[in-house]
């Protein structure tokens, strides 16, 4: 415990290390923490935001305004407050959320310095408790600036800003704000980011536009490379609450750019001949997305730093301003498989580890709202006991259901020699195959259902089939005659024993599944999407000749008694499977999202594993059935068929490294 009462950032430390320092194992540490564990809540039940008033509504001096109707310099401008209810009401969306530094950047500093020489703009903001007079604003005077014009373009009169939006004195208010600042930027429908390198020459701002045209000129790119360096050196992108605000925004972020006055019509022409403009176009400011501006960022780093020097400014960009779906690509994947296969989860801990906070404790609320974690701790009561932040972050990891491999026989997995972050990146699971092209959305939901730690490791539930025969057919786009959709013809070939056997229930299963009125003519609106999605990977299995293997579930009636065949499940190749005598199984679970919870994420887990049964005593039919012990051997997809099943409670025990 630290005497400091805060909790410890001790990510750069080995396992090891902090394991000796506490004197019993991670896990039993990992259990200590969890007593601290807090389920989130709609903490959001209303958001205060702010609004220019208008003339008559102001109480201090009236604002002067030239013949264009722009506000005279040197008047003042009242900021009042309203609230709205984005979380129940979508009109309640309609505001801006900025993200900014509360520090001034060198070239703020430059700027207000400037503003000096000139009668200042002055912005009040209305007090808090009624009656009392307006207050000089808390955030720059360049911020409002900047804010309201962009304001002004886009017709949005609401405005969040954190500094004025959250009372700073009130700890209860401030704390459940940390809890929710997700909602905040994720139902914003204009989110924006205030960078402050400014673009000062025509060449920048040409290199600029090519970069987001994707139209670099090979001897362009060492300046695109520097400028890009430049831009992502900004203070905006070295703080985590600003990661937090551009990864929950998503693609609504719109990032800021200023540049120089004197290139406002270079930049008018320059958007006139793109096929795709830039955003909002406002005077003095370049308008991008903040995801185009990554996906550009990280496609050229990723090429440039194969064939030129410069690697070492390549990997700082990437490590500030990578775009996750082009980043985690994974280029040894075989083809006809999606490229991404990693869960994202290790480098959103990485990008929050590596910037810059005042308050440790604060990461673990912004890793819970990066990675939609539904349970969370209690910073406060961390703080007080001096908690180490990586075992907090360890708890928070698999309180909330993410896939640790287990099996003994993995190699070159995480040890206690590793930090936290080390040992998270090699130990999590790593073998997703997303049947979509929303591979990374689809592999944040891969985690267990209600999971419940324990000593001997995670306690979930689901159904647990045992993988019978197996299916090596030819290719379906081989066959010039076949005028069924795939699924349908595999389900009449089961029918009639085509595969050396009667497969009727899963014939049956399939056949309703197909005809049923929302899945017929290819309306793919039932919930959730999980089946459609598998059904498509079967039928792409069926149409490139993947091998498939049936499935049936082990009834937790009666141990592992089996029943009908009733799921099929896609192997890699043709050749997957060879061994079919070998003693093989699958845990399946799936859950909705939880409509009544803001941005609860449906749950999916399809895995390949090896089962250790657990002895009974005495007669089996008079006891319960003992909880299996599972082993992750691959993620594997696959079409199942469990209506009316009871899910099972299984145990997948903890990576052997964690109980040393």
Partial sequence: ????????????????QIRDRNKSSIISSVLDIERHAISRENWLNSLHCLYLAEDNEEPT???????????AVGSSELLKRRYLDPVRDECGRDYIAVSYTWNPSKEEEEEEEESKKEIPRRFFVESRRTGKPALPSEVRDVVWRRVLNYADHVGC????????????????????MIQSMHLVYSLCRHPIALLTRTINTAEELDLLINLMCDEVRAEDEPAVLNLLNDITSNLWWTRAWTFQEDYKASGRMTLLIPHNRSL???????????????????????CISS???????????????????????????????????????DERMQPGLCPVSRSMSPTILSDILSRNLSEESDRLAIVANCCAYTTRLDTRSLDIEGASLSLSILALYVLNGEILENHPKQNNRGTLNDNILEFLSKQSLDSFRPPTDMAL?????????????????????????????????SPMKNEKYNTLPPLVQFATDLQYGKYGGRYA?????????????????????RSWGWQESMAEEVEIALMEGKALRLGCLVQPKYGSEDSPYRAVFVGDSNDDW????????????????????????QRHVSLEVEVEWQKQEGSERRSSPAIPKLYIKRWLNGLCFFENSPRRTVLFPWPSALLE
């Fill in 505 to 525: 229930d899963l014939a049956l299963c399939l056949c309703q599944w197909l005809h049923d009125p929302v899945h017929y003519g290819k309306r793919r609106v």
């Fill in 61 to 71: 001096e009236k604002r002067r305004r030239v013949s264009n109707g722009s506000i």
């Fill in 441 to 473: 959305t689809f592999i944040k939901s891969c985690r267990f259902i209600d999971p419940e730690i324990t000593a001997g490791g995670t306690l979930t539930k689901g159904h647990l089939w045992r993988l019978g025969k197996v299916i090596r057919r």
């Fill in 264 to 286: 406002e019509q270079r930049k008018l022409e320059a958007i006139d001949h793109m096929e795709q403009p830039l955003l909002p176009i406002i005077e003095g400011e370049i």
């Fill in 1 to 16: 415990m630290s005497k400091d009462y805060k909790v410890v950032k001790d990510t750069s430390l080995p396992l090891t």
């Fill in 291 to 329: 995801r185009d501006f990554k996906e550009r960022a990280t496609e050229f780093c990723l090429s440039y730093k194969k064939r030129s020097e410069g690697k070492d400014i390549c990997d700082r960009i990437l490590n500030t301003a990578a775009q996750y779906n082009v980043l985690l690509k």
């Fill in 578 to 601: 060879k061994d079919e005598t070998a003693g093989s199984y699958a845990f399946t679970s799936v859950m909705p999202a939880n409509s009544k919870t803001s941005e609860d994420i």
């Fill in 157 to 176: 009169e609401n405005i969040w800003i954190d500094r004025e939006c959250i009372d700073q004195d009130d700890e209860a208010e401030k704390g459940a």
